[in-house]
C-alpha cells in the first residue's frame, strides 16, 4: 500500500533551509506585509527574512523591496559542506572563480544580506573566502571589514573570532603589491574593478599607448588602501576580543602606518581631495590632476572624517561641475576633459563618467559618517537628496531595477545586457536605507543606537522586525501619533515588547540578552542541501529528464540557483513536450536518507507564458529490494504554490540513490521547476565524509563494489591525475578548536609506486604535515593517518594530486 504523503506550504521549508530565532522572538505587526511585495516571486522568503519598512518617500521604499527581492536570486546554494555564497551576475559569468564568486562587490553583498534573519547566508559566504577556495585578490575588497561589522549586526562573536586565522591570511596575501618604500598598495585600476577609468586614459596619453587605457597602469588608489586600512583595524578588533593582544596591537600600527601614507601621498592639498597616483615612472608620485569618485570611497572607513578632508570633498557632491549630475554621483568629476556622458563603444563599462551603483553605495556610507561626525557639516536634506537620485536611477520602464551601469543624464542604463547583468548585485542599498536613513547603527556591545538622518520635513517614518543581536527590533517615530496608534515620537520595540518612548530621535536602549538557537559558526546545525551540484553538467549529482525545452538545462534544477525571472533564466521545463507527463530524476553518487523534496515551481502563465503548477505530481526513489519505487503521489497538486517553494514531507525517512519527480501537465500548458532541494540535517556523529559529496577537479566518481564497501554502491573517487584535486568541504571540528587532529584518509593504490599529494587546510597551504604519501596497496582500500589543523567550526581540505594517481581512488576523510 502507498503511504499517503502530504504538502506543506514554502515557510516549512525556509524554517530548515537557516539557523532562525528562537522560537519565542516573536515582532510586531504595524505594517503591511504583504502589498509591499506583491508583485515579487519568492513572497514567503521575504516575509521570513526582511526587515519592512514605513516612510514618506515612496520612491525609496517601491526601490527597498524590489532590491531584497533581486537580492534573494543571488543567494546561490554550492554544496552541502560549503552552503551559500552571493554572485554579482545571475548567469555564471567566465572570468568568475570557484563556485561563480567574485570578490570585488563581496563587502557591499555582506553589509546587505546580514539583515536577513536568516544567518547561514552571510555566514557561510565570509568562510568561502576565509576558509575555502575564494580568491580574495581576485580584485581589491573590504571583506575581513564587512565581517566584522556583520558582527555589529547578529552579535556572533564566536564565529567571528573563529575567522581570525583566515582574516591574517588574506591579509598578508596582499603583500606583493605593497611598496614598502611608499607605504602604500598599488594595484590595476581593473582589478580594482574599475577599468577605463582616469589613470588608463592619462597613461595612454603619456605614453601613446591605447591599450594601457582599459586596465590602466599599477596605481596607488584611495580605494585600494582605505580597504586595507579597514581590513587591518577589522583584524586588530578581531584579535582583542579574541584575547590576541599582540597581534592586535601589530595591526592596529599596519592600519595607522598606510592611513598616514594616505594623506601623505593621496590627499591633494591644491585639490582638496583623495586623487590617484600613477606608479610606474613616478619617483616624485606627481598626483593625478583630476577627482574621482574613489577618492570619497576613504571617509566610510573613519579615514579624513576632519573639516579639512571632509568638507571640500563633500561639497565637490553636489557641484554641477563636480559629481552632481541628473542619475549621480558620476565616476569622474564633469569637468575633467576625461569626463565622457556616453560610451565611446559597446564595452560594458567606462569608468570616467558613469554612474556606477558599486560607487554610490560606497559614497552614501560616507555621506552617512560624514554627518554623524563631529567635524562635518553634510545635512540630513543631503544625504536623503542623494539616497533619493540613487533610487530614481534604480529604474527601468518605470519599474525598479539594477543593472551594472547607468548614464549621468540619461534614463537609461549604459550596462545592461541580455541574460547578464539583469538585477545585479554590486551594490548596497537597503543597508544603507537601514543604517542611514533611518538610523539603527550596529555596535558590538548591547547598545541599541538609533540615529535617523530623516529630512526635517518627515512626520513619520518606521522599521519592523530587523534582527539584531538575536531580537526582532522596531523603530516607530509619529509625530502626531496618529500613524501607529502608539502617541508621539519614537516607539521602540524588542521581540513584540516596547521598552523605549521618548521624544528625541537620537538615541541609545540598552537591549536584553540575546535568545538565539542554532547559527552558522562553532555550533552549526543548519540542514544541508544534499542535491545542490556546483561543478556543472555531467558531475553529480546528475540532473535529466524525459523531455527538456531545448533552452531549459535539467542541471538547472540543481544548480543552487534560485530565482523565477524569465529573464536570465533558471529552470528546467518540459515545454513543447509531446508527453502528457515528464520525469525529471536527479541521481546522488551515493544512496541518501531523506525525508522531504523541496521544488522550487516555474509558472510563467501570469506572464503570459504556457508553464504552469503540475496537475498532478509523483516522486520516485530506489529501493534495494525492489528498484524503482513510488515515494509519493499528490493528484491533484491543488496546493501547489506558483513561484515559490513547495515541499512534500514523507511519513518516514527513506534511503534512495535518485528521486524521480514525475510531473502531469494541466491542459494545453507544461510543466516547469527552478530548483530541486533536499534539506537533510548535517551528519557530524561519525566523522566521515566521502569522497564523492567533495568538489572534484577533473577526477570523477567511481562505483567499484568489489573493492570499497563503504558506501552500498561502492561510490569512490578516481580517474585521478597530476593537477586534479578532491575538495572536502564541512569538515567539522565539533567546536573544540584543539588544533592538530588526526584524520584517516581512506584510498587504494592499485599501482606499484608510491603516490604523492598535497594536503591544504583552510586555504593555508605551507604549514607543516601537508604532503602525504599513499603506498602501493594492491588494490585494497587502507587508510593513512594525517595530522591537520582544524579549526572551530567548518574546515575545507583539499587533496592536490602531485603524482601517480592513475591507479589510485579515494573513499572517504575520518575525523577521529
Request: charged share 15%; hydrophobic share 35%; aromatic share 12%.
Amino acid at each position: 500500500m502507498i503511504p499517503f504523503y502530504f504538502l506543506v506550504y514554502a515557510a516549512a521549508a525556509l524554517a530548515q533551509q537557516s539557523p532562525k530565532l528562537a522560537d519565542n522572538v516573536i515582532g510586531t505587526e504595524f505594517l503591511d506585509h504583504d502589498s509591499p511585495i506583491s508583485a515579487y516571486f519568492g513572497k514567503e522568503f521575504l516575509k521570513q527574512n526582511i526587515p519592512y519598512i514605513d516612510i514618506p518617500d515612496t520612491n525609496i521604499e517601491e526601490v527597498y523591496y524590489y532590491r531584497w527581492s533581486s537580492l534573494a536570486g543571488h543567494l546561490r546554494y554550492t554544496t552541502a559542506g560549503s552552503g551559500y555564497i552571493l554572485t554579482e551576475f545571475l548567469q555564471p559569468v567566465g572570468y568568475a572563480e570557484e563556485y561563480n564568486t567574485i570578490d570585488a562587490a563581496a563587502g557591499h553583498q555582506i553589509d546587505e544580506a546580514r539583515w536577513l534573519r536568516g544567518g547561514s547566508y552571510t555566514g557561510d559566504y565570509i568562510q568561502i573566502y576565509t576558509r575555502g577556495p575564494g580568491n580574495t585578490t581576485q580584485y581589491t575588497n573590504w571583506i575581513t571589514d564587512a565581517a566584522y561589522r556583520r558582527a555589529h549586526v547578529n552579535g556572533d562573536v564566536d564565529f567571528l573570532t573563529s575567522q581570525l586565522d583566515g582574516f591574517v591570511r588574506m591579509w598578508d596575501e596582499w603583500d606583493f603589491v605593497f611598496d614598502s618604500d611608499v607605504g602604500l598598495y598599488y594595484y590595476t585600476p581593473v582589478y580594482d574593478a574599475q577599468e577605463y577609468s582616469l589613470p588608463g586614459y592619462v597613461e595612454a596619453a603619456a605614453t601613446d599607448n591605447s591599450s594601457i587605457q582599459l586596465p590602466g597602469p599599477n596605481t596607488y588608489r584611495p580605494s585600494h588602501n582605505a580597504y586595507m586600512v579597514a581590513n587591518a583595524r577589522a583584524v586588530a578588533e578581531t584579535a582583542k576580543i579574541a584575547g590576541y593582544n599582540e597581534l592586535s596591537a601589530n595591526f592596529t600600527l599596519l592600519a595607522d602606518a598606510v592611513e598616514t601614507a594616505m594623506y601623505e601621498h593621496l590627499w591633494s592639498a591644491d585639490q582638496q581631495f583623495f586623487v590617484d597616483v600613477i606608479r610606474p615612472n613616478n619617483p616624485n608620485l606627481t598626483q593625478l590632476q583630476g577627482r574621482e569618485e574613489v577618492g570619497l570611497f576613504p571617509f566610510r572607513f573613519g579615514i579624513g572624517l576632519q573639516e579639512e578632508y571632509c568638507a571640500p570633498s563633500s561639497r565637490e557632491l553636489f557641484d554641477p561641475d563636480g559629481f552632481n549630475t541628473t542619475y549621480g554621483p558620476t565616476t569622474l568629476e564633469v569637468r575633467s576633459k576625461y569626463y565622457d556622458a556616453t560610451k565611446p563603444s559597446s564595452y560594458c563599462c567606462y569608468w570616467n563618467g558613469q554612474s556606477w551603483p558599486f560607487s554610490t553605495a560606497h559614497v552614501l556610507k560616507s555621506l552617512a559618517a560624514m554627518h554623524r561626525s563631529d567635524s562635518c557639516s553634510v545635512g540630513a536634506e543631503q544625504y536623503h537628496q542623494y539616497l533619493s537620485i540613487y533610487a530614481t536611477t534604480q529604474h527601468k520602464d518605470g519599474k525598479p531595477y539594477v543593472a551594472e551601469s547607468h548614464y549621468p543624464d540619461l534614463d537609461s542604463w549604459s550596462a545592461d545586457s541580455f541574460n547578464h547583468s539583469e538585477h545585479y548585485d554590486h551594490s548596497t542599498n537597503n543597508d544603507d536605507v537601514i543604517t542611514g536613513l533611518l538610523g539603527l547603527v550596529p555596535r558590538l556591545d548591547g547598545i541599541l543606537q538609533i540615529s535617523p538622518i530623516i529630512p526635517s520635513n518627515w512626520t513619520y517614518f518606521a522599521l519592523e522586525n530587523a534582527p539584531y543581536h538575536g531580537h526582532l527590533i522596531t523603530i516607530l517615530y509619529d509625530a502626531d501619533g496618529t500613524r501607529y496608534g502608539e502617541g508621539l515620537g519614537l516607539h521602540v520595540f524588542v521581540d513584540g515588547q516596547k521598552i523605549h518612548t521618548g521624544p528625541d530621535l537620537q538615541v541609545e536602549v540598552q537591549l536584553p540578552e540575546p535568545n538565539v538557537e542554532g547559527g552558522n559558526g562553532i555550533n552549526d546545525t543548519a540542514p544541508v542541501n544534499i542535491a545542490a551540484n556546483v561543478l556543472g553538467r555531467g558531475a553529480y549529482p546528475l540532473a535529466n529528464a524525459t523531455f527538456s525545452f531545448a533552452l531549459d538545462d535539467p542541471y538547472k534544477s540543481i544548480d543552487g540557483y534560485l530565482f523565477y525571472y524569465s529573464e536570465p533564466d533558471n529552470r528546467w521545463t518540459n515545454f513543447g513536450s509531446p508527453n502528457a507527463n515528464d520525469t525529471l530524476q536527479i541521481t546522488f553518487p551515493r544512496p541518501r536518507n531523506f525525508s522531504s523534496v523541496t521544488l522550487g515551481i516555474y509558472s510563467d502563465v501570469a506572464r503570459n507564458g504556457a508553464v504552469d503548477c503540475p496537475q498532478a505530481i509523483e516522486i520516485y526513489g530506489s529501493s534495494q529490494a525492489n528498484g524503482s519505487v513510488l515515494l509519493a503521489k499528490l493528484d491533484p497538486f491543488d496546493t501547489c504554490m506558483p513561484n515559490e517553494l513547495n515541499t512534500i514531507f514523507l511519513d518516514e525517512p527513506v534511503e534512495s540513490s535518485f528521486i524521480a519527480v514525475n510531473m502531469y501537465n494541466k491542459k494545453d500548458l507544461f510543466v516547469g521547476v527552478c530548483e530541486l532541494q533536499v534539506w537533510v540535517p548535517p551528519d557530524r556523529t561519525t566523522g566521515i565524509y566521502y569522497a564523492v559529496d567533495a568538489v572534484l577537479t577533473s577526477a570523477e566518481v567511481d562505483f567499484n563494489p568489489a573493492e570499497s564497501n563503504a558506501t552500498a554502491t561502492g561510490a569512490v573517487v578516481g580517474s585521478l591525475q597530476t593537477g586534479n584535486s578532491v575538495l572536502f568541504s564541512g569538515i567539522y571540528d565539533h567546536g573544540r578548536g584543539i588544533g592538530s587532529r588526526e584524520v584517516q584518509l581512506s584510498y587504494a593504490n592499485s599501482g606499484d609506486s608510491t603516490a604523492m599529494a598535497e594536503i591544504v587546510v583552510n586555504s593555508s597551504p605551507g604549514k607543516a604535515n601537508n604532503t602525504v604519501s599513499l603506498p602501493p596497496t594492491g588494490g585494497r582500500f587502507a587508510t593513512v593517518p594525517l595530522q591537520l589543523d582544524l579549526l572551530p567550526g567548518k574546515n575545507f581540505v583539499n587533496l592536490m594530486v602531485q603524482s601517480g594517481y592513475d591507479v589510485v581512488e579515494l573513499e572517504f576523510l575520518h575525523v577521529i
